[in-house]
């Protein structure tokens, strides 16, 4: 199991910018992880927003492509996802998810989750 803690939300306007980063404990490991940024908005089911695998393409939901960028840097066992163009639709609770198999909601490890709010 890995530890992951979330860092970077709050509140920006339409069209501003943020940056989050999820940092994990056991470090010697973390490269064989894939990683991934996940979102629940209110009333509604967790969502993946985008991944990536160890030294992989990344993926994105459709609704953030072209907008959202998903990074990795194994050295510190962080992950990142900037996400540029904010949209009042992006308001959610964004969790860092890691797993060395195939990422599932139901298998992956998680953060505990930061706030991300769009303002119109």
């Known amino acids: 199991q890995v530890q992951l803690v979330e860092s970077g939300g709050g509140l920006v306007q339409a069209g501003g910018s943020l940056r989050l980063s999820c940092t994990a404990s056991r470090t010697q490991i973390f490269s064989y992880y894939n990683g991934a940024w996940y979102r629940q908005k209110s009333g509604q089911q967790r969502e993946l927003v985008a991944a990536i695998a160890p030294a992989g393409s990344p993926e994105y939901n459709d609704s953030v492509k072209g907008r959202f960028t998903i990074s990795r840097d194994d050295t510190k066992s962080t992950l990142f996802l900037q996400m540029n163009m904010l949209k009042p639709e992006d308001t959610a609770v964004y969790y860092c998810?890691?797993?060395?198999?195939?990422?599932?909601?139901?298998?992956?490890?998680w953060g505990r989750g930061t706030q991300v709010t769009v303002s119109s």
């Open positions: 998810a890691a797993r060395t198999g195939p990422l599932s909601l139901a298998g992956n490890n």
